[in-house]
């Protein structure tokens, strides 16, 4: 092959697209997807991302949360999930992270449920993967754990009804009037983690689905999770599609006051950015949650 020959197959387009540079970061996942669902819906960071005077500070995005969660089993804090290789997860493959998002799975052992995979199961493969090209795509922060780690792998995987196994994304789409979505959102955002009453420790999905009851403690003081099945008196059955989204996205109560942390962190930090399709699916799946006193 002569000198020109081979230059003008070396300076075409195809010979350029070869000796293009393709390395772990040119991730498969939706970058801007995988932003939207963890900072509308999976909040990662409520628990990944360390906070200053004013809410997160993105400057340590995913260099791990502040506060430490403690049960009869565990005492966990959530660790870095930046792309540093030493103290991250930037060793980590894509299998690695897709194991720990929705089973739970750590380094050698059981992560505590404190890491909400449950929640996280009906992620389509899709979602899934455009959460873990956004979770790279955020700069490394070295910081490594210093909190005293313990836990236990004893303890029953609670998915909710319906969304214990990773949803297809047709189906998503197709299904949408029917609710699919609406479950999917739910169960994303953790909506009825926190408000099914708990048996032993973990929501009774098939009995107080959406009963409220569940305290949380924290820094401003004590809340009880409401009661947001569809009872007319109990419940909120008889908010308006609107009161039911200002409280959700805003953080507002139906008589106009503000609701209590974690309510109104999440619903300012996260839930306010949920896009119209997604709100009104929502809104109109906790419609469906039969009334409970
Ligand atoms: C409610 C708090 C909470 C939320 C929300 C949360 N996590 Fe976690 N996560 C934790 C805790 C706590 C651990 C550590 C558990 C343990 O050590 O047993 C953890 C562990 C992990 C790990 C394993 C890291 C390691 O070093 O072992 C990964 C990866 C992870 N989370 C990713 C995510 C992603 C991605 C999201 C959002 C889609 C998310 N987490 C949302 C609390 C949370
Ligand atoms: C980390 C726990 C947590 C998560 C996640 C959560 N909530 Fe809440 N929610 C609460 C608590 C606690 C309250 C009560 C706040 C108060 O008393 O001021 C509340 C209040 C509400 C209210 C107001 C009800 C009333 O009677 O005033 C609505 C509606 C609501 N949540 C819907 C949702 C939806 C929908 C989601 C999912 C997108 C969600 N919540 C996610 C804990 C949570």
Request: net charge neutral; glycine share 8%; charged share 20%.
């Amino acid at each position: 092959m002569n000198l020109i020959r081979l230059w003008s197959i070396l300076s075409s387009p195809v010979a350029l697209l070869a000796f293009w540079p393709i390395g772990p970061v040119a991730c498969a996942g939706d970058v801007e997807r995988g932003r939207y669902l963890v900072e509308a819906l999976t909040a990662c960071d409520n628990c990944h991302t360390p906070r200053g005077a004013a809410g997160y500070d993105f400057s340590k995005r995913f260099a791990g949360g502040p506060q430490t969660f403690a049960d009869k089993t565990y005492v966990v804090r959530g660790p870095n999930i930046s792309s540093d290789v030493e103290t991250g997860v930037g060793a980590w493959t894509d299998e690695d992270l897709r194991a720990a998002i929705v089973d739970g799975v750590g380094r050698n052992y059981r992560l505590a449920p404190v890491m909400p995979s449950d929640s996280y199961k009906p992620l389509t493969p899709r979602d899934l993967d455009a959460i873990i090209a956004f979770l790279r795509s955020a700069a490394p922060v070295h910081a490594p754990l210093q909190a005293p780690q313990q836990r236990s792998s004893e303890w029953t995987p609670r998915p909710m009804p319906g969304a214990a196994a990773a949803f297809d994304e047709g189906s998503l789409a197709e299904n949408s009037a029917r609710g699919l979505r609406g479950l999917y959102v739910a169960s994303l955002a953790r909506c009825m983690s926190c408000h099914s009453e708990e048996i032993d420790g973990a929501p009774d999905y098939q009995n107080r689905l959406g009963a409220g009851g569940k305290v949380f403690r924290n820094p401003a003081g004590v809340a009880v999770a409401s009661n947001i099945t569809s009872h007319p008196t109990k419940g909120v059955g008889a908010w308006s599609d609107d009161e039911l989204k200002r409280a959700i996205t805003d953080g507002v109560s139906r008589d106009g006051t503000s609701l209590k942390p974690p309510m109104s962190t999440l619903a300012k930090a996260h839930f306010s950015k949920m896009s119209a399709d997604d709100l009104d699916a929502l809104v109109a799946w906790i419609r469906t949650i039969p009334p409970k006193e």
